[in-house]
Structure formats: C-alpha cells, structure tokens
C-alpha cells in the first residue's frame, strides 16, 4: 500500500478518534478503514493506478468533510487527546507565520496579542486556553494528526519541550506578526527574522540530540508550513494609519512579496527543502474589516475590493514561489490555497451546516480579539453555527476543512 494512504489513514483514526463521543463510530470506522485496506486494485498502466490513489483520496476528504461538520464543537464537548506514534511520509513538521497557526509562542513574549485564557481553547483537549486564537485546534495540529506525525505541534518557546517535540518539529509563529517589519512594530510579536533566529536555536538543540548529519536529513525531509500576510495587509492598507499607503495596493502586494521571497529563501538556507507556502484568506469576509467599513448591523457582507486585492496577491505569490523553487536546487516550494475554501464557507455556508459568517462566535462577533474575548465574554450556544471564532479568526470545524483541503493539496504536489 502506498505509505501516503497509510500515514492519512493513521491521522484519520486519530482525528475521529478525538470526537469518539460525538461521531458515528461506524462511519467514522468504515472511512478509515477504507484508507487502512487500501481498496486499490493494481493496475497495469501506472498513470491509472495514480489517478484511482487520487480518486479515493479525494473520496475519503471528501467523506470527511461531510462527516466531521456534524462534530459538536461548543464549549461543553469532551474530546479526547490521542497521539500518533506512527510512520509518515514527513518525519516533522515546522511552522511560521502568524496567528492563524501560532500554537502559543506569544504566551511568552511582551504583547497583548495572546489567547491564553478563556474562552480561547475551550473545545481544546482537556479545555485548556494554550494560546492558540481560536476555540480548539489550529491548521497545523490538523495536519499535523491527518498526516499522522503528532496530535498537536507545540510552541518552540514552551520552556517544557521535550527532545520527542523537537524531534517531530514544532511551531515559531507569532500571532500579529507579518513580512513588513511595521506590522511587528504595531504588534510586538516575532518578526520572521526573529521565527528565523528561533529556528536555527531549534536547529542546534535538534543536533545535539541526534548529531548534525541526522538533524539536516529531518530538516530537509520536514514539512514547512508557512501563513503570514494578512496582518500586513490589515494593518498597512486598510486599518490604520501607515507610511506604506503610499506604495498603493500593488506596490504593496510587491513590497510583501519580496519579504516572502527573503523569508523562503532563508529557510531554504537553514536547511528546508518541502516548504508550503499559504495564500491570503479573503481579507474582506473578516468580520472585523466589515466593522471598519462600518457596515449596518443587518447589511454585514464581505467586502468586494479587499477579497480581489487578496486574489491578485495570491495569483502573484504563486508565480513568484514556482520562480523561486527554479532557483534553489532540490526544493519543493509551493503554494497552497485557502482562499476558495473560506470563501466557498463564507457564501455556501449551508453546505457546511453553517448558519453565521459575517460575526465571531464570541461576544457581539464584530471587534472582540485576545483580551476582549474573555473570560467575561459571553460566547454562542454553539460554535458549529459559527465560521468565525472571534472577529478574524475562525472556528475549530472550519480550521478542520481548511486542513482537508491542505492535505489535498499537500498530497498532490508531493506524492
């Protein structure tokens, strides 16, 4: 059986395995099941065999997607915590960027910008607040578990890593921190050369444990994950004053684009070599850019101008990373999509049980983020209702499909 249907196969289990209490356990048995068997039939012309593997793999997410929005996420579930001590076809898993995938790095630097208290984790295992800007897991805990590395990937800062952590990889990303350095002023998170600075520490604990020879092949074999720019965006263009209006929209898309460049260039020269690079969310269905547009409370829709300006970036990141990739030798560098899953959330919200998109789960939805999102804050009856945890981030059930669709694409470039 090819060792991708066994490592999605393996994060299927557990990710099912976690919601036990509120998921079909049948179903949820026979969709695993169907990956563990390898349902397969051998074919003698090898570019059929690859499109059948690639027809059930988008069967099974597929499955999932369907099964999983049923999962109840309010603040009353009980999900379990499993971990994977499987094989995988990534012996790690390495991110940078921002809040999005930010595990609980900020929980020990100078800023306001946190999530470590409640009602931030409270669908986390054990319901615990660890930083993480939303009610439960993030991207890279999703993944993380579908292609059955770990459960969860920790911060790098958790002064309580064990060397098993940094083994399996962990996370350097910084909630409010972005490609232009004004955004980390603004912010006071980790700017990606400061995520790079944490990285090559990480690179010298990760060879003092296994020597230096080991500690690059894991590196090089690892997947990197990498989401930043929204905040850049949101804060130099939209919502604040800043010196960087005056590039305007494409000059500024340009601006970030060579931060991006440099930061991917820089990985490559610590020693990564399968880096996935995420696109911009469309920036106007946050409900917090609605807000500052200053939309009527029964009017709130996304907006039309920031979502194309997120488009025309995303078209010019993904040029430029296959430009790049041509230019350092043996690396995968590709970019990956999130805008058409959010946006396909944001406007066919029946499709996936969802009833609200245009205001957070937590207070009024409309401004409430880190510390007006509190543990005085009332919170909806149910997050499963909800696209949006609190005024930019979403729920855990939505961070799930994003991921689903991350895998698809994962599997599709590097298989």
């Not at 690892?222 to 010196?243: E, H, K, Q, W």
């Not at 305007?248 to 880096?275: A, T």
Request: hydrophobic residues 35%.
């Amino acid at each position: 059986m090819k060792p991708i249907l066994i490592s999605l196969a393996r994060g299927c289990k557990t990710v099912y395995g976690r919601f036990e209490q509120n998921v079909n356990i049948a179903t949820a048995d026979d969709i695993c099941e169907a990956l563990s068997s390898g349902p397969i039939k051998k074919q003698e012309d090898p570019k059929r065999e690859k499109q059948s593997i690639k027809m059930l793999i988008h069967e099974i997410i597929f499955i999932m997607i369907v099964t999983t929005i049923q999962i109840s996420t309010t603040c009353h579930a009980d999900p379990t915590n499993e971990t994977i001590n499987n094989a995988s076809m990534f012996p790690a898993i390495l991110v940078f960027g921002d809040s999005t995938i930010d595990t609980g790095n900020n929980n020990y630097i100078n800023t306001i910008i946190r999530a470590n208290f409640p009602p931030y984790g409270c669908n986390f295992p054990g319901h615990h607040a660890t930083g993480r800007f939303s009610n439960g897991r993030l991207i890279p805990d999703f993944i993380a578990s579908l292609m059955g590395i770990k459960d969860t990937v920790p911060p790098f800062l958790d002064p309580h890593l064990s060397d098993s952590d940094i083994l399996t990889g962990v996370c350097f990303a910084s909630a409010g921190s972005g490609y232009d350095n004004y955004t980390d002023l603004a912010t006071l998170s980790l700017s990606v050369d400061k995520q790079a600075d944490m990285f090559r520490s990480y690179m010298a604990r990760l060879s003092r444990i296994v020597g230096d020879e080991k500690a690059a092949k894991i590196v090089s074999e690892a997947l990197v994950i990498v989401s930043s720019g929204t905040n850049d965006f949101d804060i130099n263009l939209y919502d604040m004053p800043s010196p960087r209006i005056k590039l305007g929209v494409e000059g500024y898309q340009d601006f970030i684009l060579s931060g991006v460049h440099n930061f991917v260039q820089e990985l490559y020269d610590i020693g990564c070599r399968k880096i996935m690079v995420l696109g911009l969310p469309p920036i106007g269905c946050l409900p917090v850019q609605m807000t500052f547009a200053r939309q009527k409370q029964n009017e709130r829709r996304c907006i039309d101008k920031q979502n194309s300006d997120s488009q025309e970036y995303n078209q010019k990141l993904k040029k430029s990373l296959t430009d790049i990739q041509s230019n350092l030798t043996g690396s995968v560098i590709f970019y990956a999509d999130i805008y058409g899953t959010i946006l396909d959330m944001a406007t066919n919200p029946q499709s996936y049980g969802i009833k609200e998109t245009t205001r957070g789960c937590c207070g009024t939805g409309e401004l409430e983020l880190s510390y007006l999102c509190n543990p005085l804050t009332r919170t909806c009856p149910d997050a499963n209702d909800y696209l949006f945890w609190d005024d930019i981030h979403p729920t855990q059930r939505a961070y799930l499909v994003v991921s689903l669709s991350l895998v698809d694409q994962i599997l599709h470039v590097l298989q």
